[in-house]
């Protein structure tokens, strides 16, 4: 089988697959228009975020049996009509899962304990203990959206910080254990004091939070997001914490980045995300909440399994 690697992933995935006959074809320095024009003999894919392979690209993969895609998200595929033309794709979130999971306890403990402003201001010779006084995360409730592989490593991260956890998911039941209590939105409504979103990014959950789910909440809230950016509704956000309805705010995706996730939106940012920027309240990462050196083996030893389960 030949397998075409679009993007840049850990070797020991090429590796694995040579060791077992497959062919593997280094082509991560073509663009869309040159892939387009060779990727038809090809048996598999190995993608990240560089190429989105809709039903335009996907049409000319006329021997495409797999796509294996080293990360969790897979809005980048055109998932229905892989299906109908019989083409397998595999993701790899049990990679990186505990990577976004200790991602989401840093940035938490970071924004309670005002350590952001706390290493400037000493860095600058400012001393303000009291400015600098910080939350504790034990007593807390922290309310899980999406209860899989990255919403179920939070969970059990936060299992020695002396916290109520409750998670909902809309797609799984009979999940809860010693650590996680199964709860619906309207318990997480009533009971939050943290709102951590771990869902993927499809039509129903594009701005997800908004100024009528926010207006939801019994009382004001602290806000992770280590999904995809476009969950959360930038401007409402940003309306909520100059309010005080939102405390807070975690945000490894942003709603402005680009589709490969390499950089924020071109030109000018919206007055929200500027706001967001300024606001002590908000801790600010480039996704990267997945991206240890320990995922990037992770992601392609799992993806490595799952293709030769298939196709070795």
Sequence with gaps: MKVAFIDTVHPCLQEALT??????????????????????TYDGIVIRSRITLNQSFLERCTALKFIARSGAGMENIDLDFATQRGVQCFNAPEGNRDAVGEQAIGMLLMLFNRLAQGNVQVRQGLWDREGNRGVELGGKTIGIIGYGNNGSAFAKKLAGFDVKVLAYDKYRQGFGNDMVEEATMEAIFDQADVLSFHIPQTEETIHLLDEAYLNKFRKPIYVINLARGKVVKTSA??????????????????????????????????????????????????????????????????LADKVLAAFG
Aim: charge should be negative.
């Design 19 to 40: 060791a077992k006959g497959f062919r593997c074809d280094d082509l991560t320095a073509m663009d869309r228009e040159k892939l387009m024009e060779v990727i038809g």
């Design 237 to 302: 956000l940003a309306a909520a914490l100059k309010t005080g309805q939102v405390l807070g705010a975690c945000l490894d995706v942003l709603e402005y980045e680009k589709a490969s996730f390499e950089h924020i939106g071109e030109g000018q940012l919206p007055e929200a995300m500027q706001y967001l920027i300024q606001s002590n309240n908000v801790i600010l990462s480039p996704h990267v909440g997945g991206w240890t050196h320990e995922s990037y083996y992770k992601l392609s030893k799992v």
